[in-house]
């Protein structure tokens, strides 16, 4: 049943600590290839942590990711992460071709040149995403959507296999919304296998097939038809886990050598 | 360094300064003149211009990273650290050396520049500090130790406040080399570098999932940043060496479609202000018998060329939004139509 | 030491710089508190064109206000003006805080250096008494220099103990200060023109281009102490106090030292105020009982063996259940695989404190022990069981249990106990001990 190669994500035992907030415990999943998978949980439960120490942006204290069957920090690569937009600069002097041409450095490397071919792939990429016209603009004359989808475009020039994508609706109008989703299983159908922390949970059972649900723990980590259950929300986003994140943070603090008064 | 007496720019005003300049460059290209036989005023010039082609370079990194006051640390822990280099090759406090070889200039920098970085991140870290606050700390202590160094050995207090000030008019041409050496330096990384810089800048996540360290292109900037700083104390000091860090690309950034451009445009601004501010002085000197400090003359004119652009840019855009509103009343006239 | 205070040259100097000192600290943990620490730096050295445009206008003769005077209403109005122009570039030009900053600093000292050179140039003797402003030069405060700095010191500690309670809900709860009515905006006002004021007092002892330290080090060392504001206060005004008078006393005490056979070293007030301070504050970051780098250290290492103790004590208490006789040590600290040497301390240090027993080579729980390590069960079990009710699978639960159990307190037993109603058995079907009371 645990065939390596059809894995696309196994996490053993992932545990983070992250100053004194969020900190995520003992999280064990496998998440098989060609899923859309949805991320929820309470805000401030670790979501973003989560997916920041899957892809070794944080420090874990303990743990083994495998991606696509495999350790290796180079298997990094083949992941495409699709930021808040709070976290770029929406200012900075850069044009939507130069933004989506990013994509190709992972294989490129520091040095070696952009050929015509990455060009056509970048514009190419563009089309897909219906943006082509805006090839040359400065990103802070983009709308919310049209940011969205430059990074997706970005996304596909990379040419990866995993996306993790955090939020990538929030303040995006229904248009885009149907978009992007298009846009994802467009991607799932191709063999990708997208994981995105999304907020509306109504909305779950409609357009995803796989649900993973934290805080500070794994509730669960299964097919949405089976595990999207009452039962798991309730733990999710329930209150009766007040003791558990009482003695959580005690312990976190012991070890840091801090006082817990 | 020629008398000036024999200074042909003693005596002009702006505009003759010009003219005296422009022919001596036309000597200099017909093979009259060499770098040997540069006027003082020249001198200035071309290191002022050095200067800000080094800060438009690393500037520019530096708004986008938000480092600037970091910046304005490194710059006073860089005054320990050059202070400290003098103590430890003994050299005689009194001259300070025109010649401090580049070697030492460039150990000095990695030193100050990475030790600053490095215990401000530690302390914020630790003990849970807001990153201001432990920047503060490492800096007006580092500064403290090296005023009270300077105060100590060197009899002369005027050499302390030389090297915060700086000073334009005491530049050697020996300090051409170490310039020059340091702008080398700094476009040969970003030559070099440009994409991991860009991209760290820009997404430092994406950047470390594409192999790209946004670690490693923290302390290069910060190399970069101290190089820059030591090399410019000299003649500006080191709390002017901020102003061109900041004010061309800031300005720059107004028009920057990519960070190539916007460091271009800094760099031309840098350059003009440089020719600006030694003209002025002159001008001020010949016409009006004021000596002023060259460095903060040229320092008042990159602002004020920082808000002509502003100014220019309010302008053009207001133009640019008439011009777009009109054609869109006429749009929809003619759809009535 | 107490001659400071007396001889009427040292008088002023001493008690001026503590008066300064104890200002400037006292307005740093209100900038540090709204994250500005590094506002003191921009506004200090944007007193430097106000200090030497104020030396040029005493030379017109219709200005009678006396040289100092007129410098430090310069310094004033200067960093009052920096301070619009902060306002200024971060809404109208919309710079980041942190650019707009630098931005006003260099700024304001590239005019203070061409004035400067302006002076220096043709009224040399002029300059060379405003540049007492720019690194300090505490020796030659006389006294009505030292009444003025108290009576502003005095002003400035008023004003603060007036406003406390506004000042200390809006700096923590802006949003709850404005539905009480009070009006933030004006204590961020308030709290601006003190910085000023400061700088105005401190810039004679310290000089402008050291004096922001003088806003950031105490504070700093303050929170170290406490995180209650008044008590933020209170020691942070202590160390500002201290740190002037130690760096005076330092700086006259070193360079009479090293004043010898006619070579003379003198060691700046400035600097040693500021050195002093810093010193203070690394002391704090380092030792402060709570937050201090080593205090926590130390009670990092001391909780890594209490829970080294309580593992060999419950690793007993399991051999136990299967034979009355004792194990061999090895045994023990194999099955926790703690590492030889801290194994080897703790269980001399659980023997000598009777915990364990010795039989020829085997070790066994003493009487006091089995209780410990009972309880240490318990609460593994206990939490093992809280951990399956709230939805844990129960193959997870033991690897979490061995961390918390030594970290549940008796009152978060008594609210397990409450919520899983007393239970009996752990999710594996095993007992959960009694809670035996300590012999």
Known sequence: MNLNLSDALKVDHLTVNYDQISVLWDISFTVPKGKLVAIIGPNGAGKSTFLKAILGLTPSLSGQVQILGSSKKSQIKKVAYLPQRESIDWNFPITVEELVLQGRYPKLGLFKRIRKRDREAALEALNWVDMTDYAHRQINQLSIGQQQRIFLARALLQDADLYFMDEPFAGVDSLTEQFIFTFLKGLKKKGKTLFVIHHDIQCIPKHFDWVMMINARLITCGEVSTHFTQENLDQTFGRNTNLFEEVFNLSHKKHLGVDHS | ?337 | MIHYFLDPILKAPTIGCIAMCLVCSLVGVLIFIRKESLLGETLSHAAYPGIMLAALLTLLPSVKLPLTLCILIGAGLFSYLALKLLDLSKKRLKMSPDSALSFVLTLFFGLGITVASLLQNTYSLLYKQALVFLFGQAATITDPYMYLSISLAVLVVSVILFFYREIQITNFDPIFAQTIGIRTQRIDRLTYLLMVASIVIGIRSIGLFLLSGMFIAPAIAARQWSHKLHRMFIFSGIIGALSGFLGIYSSFELSVAFSKGGHSLSFATGPMIILTSSSITIFSLLFAPKQGWVSRFLKIVTFKFKCTQENILKSLWHFAQQTDLGVAPQKVWNYQSIPRISSLLVTLYLYLKGEILRNKSLIMLSPSGRIKAQNIVRLHRLWELYLVHIGVGKEKVHHNAEEMEHIITPHIEEKLLKLMKHPTKDPHNQPIPLKEPAL
Do not use: W
């Open chain 2, 1 to 337: 360094m020629i008398l000036s007496l024999l200074n042909p720019y003693s005596g002009q005003g702006f505009f003759s300064f010009m003219k005296v300049g422009f022919l001596r460059l036309i000597q200099f290209f017909q093979g009259h003149l060499s770098l040997k036989t540069l006027a003082p005023d020249e001198l200035q010039i071309l290191v002022l211009s050095l200067i800000a082609l080094s800060s438009a370079i690393v500037g520019v990194f530096l708004i986008h990273r938000k480092m600037t006051m970091l910046a304005n640390a490194l710059s006073h822990t860089v005054i320990f650290g050059i202070v400290l280099t003098y103590l430890i090759l003994r050299k005689s406090f009194e001259l300070i050396d025109p010649t401090l070889s580049f070697k030492v200039m460039f150990l000095a920098s990695l030193v100050t520049g990475v030790l600053t970085a490095f215990l401000s991140q530690l302390i914020s870290k630790i003990s849970n500090l807001q990153k201001d606050a432990s920047i503060g700390l490492v800096f007006t202590t580092f500064f403290a130790l090296g005023i009270l160094l300077i105060t100590l050995f060197s009899k002369n207090s005027h050499i302390g406040i030389d090297m915060i000030m700086g000073n334009v008019d005491a530049l050697h041409y020996k300090d051409l080399t170490s310039i020059f050496y340091m702008l080398g330096c700094n476009l040969l990384i970003i030559l070099l570098f440009m994409r991991g810089l860009k991209v760290s800048t820009f997404d430092p996540i994406f950047s470390k999932l594409a192999g790209f360290s946004p670690t490693l292109f923290n302390y290069l900037i910060v190399l970069q940043l101290s190089l820059t700083a030591i090399g410019a104390f000299r003649a500006i000091g080191v709390v002017l060496v901020l102003s061109f860090f900041i004010v061309p690309p800031l300005a720059a950034h107004l028009y920057a479609t990519s960070i190539e451009k916007q460091i271009l445009i800094a760099s031309f601004i840098g350059v003009i202000s440089s020719y600006l501010g030694v003209s002025l002085s002159r001008h001020l000197l010949t016409h009006y018998g004021l000596a002023l400090s060259t460095g903060g003359l040229t320092v008042l004119c990159l602002y004020a060329v920082y808000f002509l652009n502003r100014l220019f840019y309010q302008a053009y855009r207001g133009y640019k939004n008439r011009k777009a509103k009109l054609a869109a009343e006429n749009f929809t006239f003619i759809k009535q139509d």
